[in-house]
């Protein structure tokens, strides 16, 4: 199993991001993708989650309206469109997946993911 972020880097305050997860070694169709992140100093806060068929999303408040996530079951890919960044969005941005079968909806905790990637650091700063 591998899920591979990509994306990440320096941006300006305002600007937009969008980061990549790909997925394999499992059924992708079958799992639901979230994203979370990590700033310094802090713990690791969930962002968004999206249902197995895409049908279904879930975003923290901290990031409503401003990021969206969706997916791509043909390419076992999914996305974390980021607009309007600010300097509090910096952090090491995960992506993990979760069973559809086993966990109510939306799945916002840790302990719910399967599977993890490395993640990948997004920068915001002037």
């Known amino acids: 199993v591998q899920l591979v972020e990509s994306g990440g880097g320096l941006v300006q305050p305002g600007g937009a991001l969008r980061l990549s997860c790909a997925a394999s070694?499992?059924?992708?169709?079958?799992?639901?993708m979230g994203w979370f992140r990590q700033a310094p100093g802090k713990e690791r806060e969930f962002i968004a989650v999206?249902?197995?068929?895409?049908?279904?999303?879930y975003y923290a408040d901290s990031v409503k309206g401003r990021f969206t996530i969706s997916r791509d079951n043909a390419k076992n890919t999914v996305y974390l469109q980021m607009n309007s960044l600010k300097p509090e969005d910096t952090a090491v941005y995960y992506c993990?997946?979760?069973?559809?079968?086993?966990?109510?909806?939306?799945?916002?905790?840790?302990?719910?993911?399967?599977?993890w990637g490395k993640g990948t650091l997004v920068t915001v700063s002037s």
């Open positions: 993990a997946a979760d069973w559809m079968f086993r966990n109510t909806w939306p799945p916002t905790k840790e302990v719910a993911m399967d599977y």
């Open positions: 070694g499992f059924t992708f169709n079958s799992y639901n």
């Open positions: 999206i249902s197995g068929s895409g049908i279904s999303t």
